[in-house]
């Protein structure tokens, strides 16, 4: 694809795409109709004023912000915007996706595990080594919940788990 040489960058938070890294995107003004910009604005998280100022021609939102059925491809084959179309695709609302809550990764490698990953119930050393096992393969896994603090005992567990397998080690070193 040939590179485009105007120079359009999307507006959105957390979007760096831009004209000249993705040509196969269109970017899109922001609309002359004074209700629908500012619904535009309130979408996309970003206020008006000295940081951020709508100019026409220069401040745009790209197309993966936008549904498919809002876009269409004009006569001249450029591709435009239904009227009344906003942007609804946000990396803070899953790309669109927001009707789905998601459960908390703890919950998620607990129904995955089988094992409360949560909680270090002194039950028993199996039950333990078992949590261990566990909170190691959530650290390997890719969803991530960094406002979660480590499940209870899972440090002294760690531990234990340690000495044990050093133990094996000398062992099978001897």
Known sequence: MAESSRRCYCSVPRCSNSKQRHPYLSFHDFPKDKELRRSWVRL????????????????????????????YVSKSGRKRLKTGAV????SWNNWGNDHMSRESAFDRASARFGVDVRGGSAAGQANEVSTVDAVVELQH??????????????????AVRIRKLEAKVRELES
Request: net charge negative; proline share 6%.
């Open 44 to 71: 996309i998280r970003r206020d008006e004023g000295p940081l951020f100022n709508i100019v026409r021609g220069s401040t745009f939102v790209c197309s993966l912000h936008f549904e498919s059925v809002d876009i």
């Open 87 to 90: 942007p609804r695709r946000f």
């Open 141 to 158: 896994t890719t969803d991530h919940n960094y406002y979660a603090c480590s499940p209870s005992g899972a440090l002294e567990a760690a």
